[in-house]
């Protein structure tokens, strides 16, 4: 015959109030990093970049980390999900980006024959 454990009333609510709190905490971390990503977007659409990839780093699970090189000055994007058209239209360093100022459409150049191609395009 099997004995049956049985924990304290005080141990139970302790194991859930940790797995609330776990949760809770998950709940802000995830939700912050969205924010902040959404947010940091969102400062890119009024400005006009027009330069070349000088970075292009694999973050996790389809983003990327760019960093672009303009003559003015260096911008650096965090988590762009743009792995599909890396993969598809093989976009390296040295490629070439274009946006125009209070757009979400960031326009991708390859260079071939000493020429700047368009190979694709990606809406932020």
Known sequence: MKEEIQLPTK?????IVIFISIVIGAVVFFTRNYLSHKDELNSMIPKEIKGRIVALKD???GSYYLEIE????????????????IKEYNIQVGDSISKEANSRMMLFYKLKNGIYEKCCEFEM
């Open 11 to 15: 141990y139970i609510i302790l194991i």
């Open 59 to 61: 973050e996790n699970r």
């Open 70 to 85: 303009t003559l003015k000055e260096t911008h650096k994007i965090h988590s762009l999900p743009i792995a599909w058209e």
